[in-house]
């Protein structure tokens, strides 16, 4: 609180001064002034019954003359001093308020206020920076968990927007530069309790900033940050970033699944997007030539995916003719029905709309589904202000970098084996074993959302397993068993099973577990908290293992004893 008791003794000086004055003077007269007591006799007012008498008057309660009535000199001087403490405490008063209202000793109240919060926690937290579209549903994610999260940012109306976004937990938030080492500090970087830091602002210089103090300050602490340079990325690669998402390379790389891999870029959505697309969004033809209206960022990511991948490509830009070779090339924006007919979109396959304009990239699809019914298309959303807009284009792939960003973060923080999962299935499955384990996944959550999660056997995250006696064998089935009735299955799927350096995809149910052992699975929200369940409570894994109730409390105990009697 020094930094706010300076400001306040600071402000309030002048006001201090003047009521120490106007006391003073007051209690000095009404001791110099002579009166009289009962008798009639000359009296004179000691200090203690002169400030007595001074601070209620000064105050107007208006106790009365004490100890004896005053005489008339005493009284005029008590009616000076009235006017004048009166007048003194207004100014005081006055330069309080005045004080408070201002916008600079709010901030300072609200972070001395959100320091306290922070140090109070007693819980793993996460602390964001930035709460844009990638930030606020990382934080609504993680909240839906019950696992806490600390929210900085630039602009007052986003922490504001923080306040009516009605999550179930309490958040700590502050508007302030996250890129500032003291705002870190203050935030919790050092608290024992914070586990990580998200660098997700949309400014590259601001998250390489709160990635470099984050290492420097406490270099064991994992830190996450987005990018949308090249330069960035590779400076943040150099000093150890835990995890950098490029939104405009990730993308690409989940696009150009479609064209030869349309079944394993289906799985890799279901796993990563919560929002994921139903199966029949696979049945459009897939190879061919495709057409990329833009050349920024995102342009050059994807035509270097494609072009890797070894799809044909048309080139709508209106940059020099230096940046596109050896690419075919049309100048223009898109918009134009003349432009598309000229890059040749009556038989293409596919088309992007990624220019930096969200107008112009619903105008090129809407053309372009004219004039070719049958095009994939693909449509890049630059502001989550249009949402509304963009859900109801009928794109078959809107990309939108903020949502991207929050679904690869989130599966690194929710589930570390996930990006593990993904790789193996790319590198070592064809797209006829993602078919299969897609038809698996449809049956067992629908339409519904898909969750995924991770478990690995030790005393901290699975006290129950490790409490069986040594010649009980587990097995995945158990774990994928319902505690209420152990006759049914719960709705998910085991992903993978890691014993060391040894993974296994879609291990069988017969698999027996070991202590150290890591599982992954997909399936219902509601499959993880009943196996959440399951792995925590002995009495309901020893049910699962032999059909039998085992209760070890005293009542039950009892009761048993008397039965047998």
């Not at 330069?95 to 819980?123: C, W």
């Not at 994928?480 to 995809?505: F, I, N």
Request: net charge negative.
């Amino acid at each position: 609180m020094n930094d706010v008791i300076y400001i306040l003794l600071r402000r309030l000086r002048a006001p201090l001064i003047t009521l120490i004055v106007v006391y003073a003077v007051s209690v000095l007269g009404l001791v110099l002034i002579p009166g009289e007591d009962d008798q009639g006799q000359p009296w004179r007012m000691d200090f203690f019954h002169a400030f007595y008498f001074v601070s209620f008057m000064g105050s107007t309660i208006g106790f009365g003359e004490v100890p004896y009535p005053f005489t008339d000199g005493q009284r005029f001087w008590t009616m000076a001093c009235i006017y004048a403490t009166v007048i003194a405490w207004l100014y005081s008063i006055g330069t309080l308020l005045t004080l408070v209202q201002e916008p600079a000793f709010g901030r300072l109240m609200r972070r001395r206020s959100f320091v306290n919060e922070v140090r109070r926690l007693r819980e793993p937290f996460y602390l964001i920076c930035g709460y844009g579209v990638t930030g606020s549903l990382v934080v609504k994610k993680l909240a839906a968990r019950e696992i806490r999260t600390v929210v900085l940012d630039l602009k007052q109306e986003r922490i504001d927007g923080l306040e009516m976004d009605g999550l179930s937990i309490r958040v700590p938030r502050l508007c302030a530069d996250a890129s500032l080492p003291d705002t870190l500090h203050d935030a919790g970087l050092r608290h024992r309790h914070c586990i990580g830091v998200l660098a997700l602002t949309n400014d590259d210089q601001a998250n390489l900033a709160i990635a470099i103090a984050s290492k420097v300050l406490v270099p064991e602490r994992m830190v996450i940050s987005r990018t949308e340079s090249d330069v960035t990325t590779s400076n943040l690669d150099s000093f150890g970033t835990d995890l950098v998402v490029d939104p405009f390379r990730s993308y690409a790389e989940y696009l150009v699944l479609t064209t030869h891999a349309p079944y394993t870029h289906l799985v890799y959505d279901w796993l990563l997007n919560p929002l994921h697309r139903h199966m029949a969004t696979v049945s459009k033809r897939r190879e061919g030539r495709w057409i990329i209206c833009g050349y920024g960022r995102f342009g050059r990511a994807l035509c270097g995916a494609f072009r890797q991948a070894g799809v044909e490509l048309t080139l709508i830009d209106e940059g020099s003719d230096e940046l596109a070779q050896p690419l075919h090339r049309v100048r223009g924006i898109g918009t134009e029905a003349v432009t598309l007919q000229d890059a040749g979109v009556g038989d293409a396959v596919g088309l992007v709309a990624g220019t930096f304009h969200d107008a112009d990239n619903l105008s090129i699809i809407m053309t372009a589904r004219a004039l070719n019914p049958k095009l994939i298309t693909v449509v890049r959303q630059n502001l989550g202000e249009n949402d509304l807009v963009f859900q109801n284009s009928r794109a078959d792939f809107v990309m939108e970098p903020g949502r991207i960003i929050a679904n690869r973060i989130l599966a690194q923080i929710k589930t570390p084996l996930l990006p593990v999962f993904i790789e193996r299935m790319l590198r070592e499955h064809d797209d006829v074993w993602a078919h299969v384990l897609l038809n698996r996944m449809s049956h067992v959550v629908g339409d519904r959302e898909l969750d995924s999660w991770g478990i690995r056997l030790c005393p901290e995250e699975t006290p129950a397993l490790l409490m069986l006696q040594p010649e009980q064998a587990l097995k995945l089935r158990t774990l994928m068993k319902d505690p209420r009735d152990r006759t049914r299955s719960l709705s998910c799927l085991a992903l993978m099973h890691r014993r060391g350096a040894e993974v296994r995809l879609l291990p069988g149910e017969l698999c027996e577990l070991q202590e150290g052992d890591e599982l992954l699975f997909c399936g219902l929200s509601e499959a993880l908290h009943q196996m959440e369940w399951t792995v925590n409570n002995y009495n309901l894994l020893q049910y699962l293992l032999t059909g039998r109730e085992n209760n070890d409390t005293l009542l039950s105990r009892l009761l048993n004893l008397g039965a047998k009697g």
